[in-house]
T-cell receptor
Framework: GEDVEQSLFLSVREGDSSVINCTYT??????LYWYKQEPGAGLQLLTY?????DMKQDQRLTVLLNKKDKHLSLRIADTQTGDSAIYFC???????????FGAGTRLFVKA | EPEVTQTPSHQVTQMGQEVILRCVPI?????FYWYRQILGQKVEFLVS????????KSEIFDDQFSVERPDGSNFTLKIRSTKLEDSAMYFC???????????FGSGTQLSVL
């Protein structure tokens, strides 16, 4: 069945770039998402990419998609302490009702 | 920005008891979802609901679970006879269309003792 895997922890220094990686198994995935969860809050959609794209940039966020390897990454430039949160990779296919999530990567930003 | 609201934020119950988790989706959304996250594990899809019926459900969503949209605003998840392993954070979500982004509530932490 579909599966999404990501590393559980990442620690960076303030001002550095963070790169969070994710792999997925469903080759029919059409939408790939990055969600952010801050303590006590729900999942907030950060950015998404369609499977026919290789890259998407949105201010400090860059999403790279390698469809051949089924690998997705999220780069956060100039990481700030306010970026500390859990980041979830997720995918869904065309016409599918369900979104499949990874377990989330906890990002620690050290001042 | 419109938001999905969930109540209560925390629910403690005894094993075998029924619980109802409540959600108010965004008012003009048509698709509604429940997800759950057991501590330290993945966010898991439970069920999607559209046009007053279940459109898709996962293996987790067995006969102990049911969903309802009792009026024009609320969307509820009922667990008939809770088990210890039902302890999790339950997230409600809604979207305007099938391919559109999901808006999540802040979750209900369910603890079954």
């Amino acid at each position: 069945g579909e599966d999404v895997e990501q590393s559980l922890f990442l620690s960076v220094r303030e001002g550095d770039s963070s790169v969070i990686n994710c792999t997925y198994t469903d080759s029919s995935s059409t939408y790939l998402y990055w969600y952010k969860q801050e303590p006590g809050a729900g999942l907030q959609l950060l950015t998404y990419i369609f499977s026919n794209m290789d890259m998407k940039q949105d201010q400090r966020l860059t999403v790279l998609l390698n469809k051949k390897d089924k690998h997705l990454s999220l780069r956060i430039a100039d990481t700030q302490t306010g970026d500390s949160a859990i980041y979830f990779c997720a995918e869904r296919d065309t016409g599918g009702f369900k979104t499949i999530f990874g377990a989330g990567t906890r990002l620690f930003v050290k001042a | 920005e419109p938001e999905v609201t969930q109540t209560p934020s925390h629910q403690v119950t005894q094993m075998g008891q029924e619980v109802i988790l409540r959600c108010v989706p965004i008012s003009n959304h048509l698709y509604f979802y429940w997800y759950r996250q057991i501590l330290g594990q993945k966010v898991e899809f439970l069920v999607s609901f559209y046009n007053n019926e279940i459109s898709e459900k996962s293996e987790i969503f067995d006969d102990q679970f049911s969903v309802e949209r009792p009026d024009g605003s609320n969307f509820t998840l009922k667990i008939r006879s809770t088990k210890l392993e039902d302890s999790a954070m339950y997230f409600c979500a809604s979207s305007g269309g099938i391919g559109e982004k999901l808006f999540f509530g802040s979750g209900t932490q369910l603890s079954v003792l």
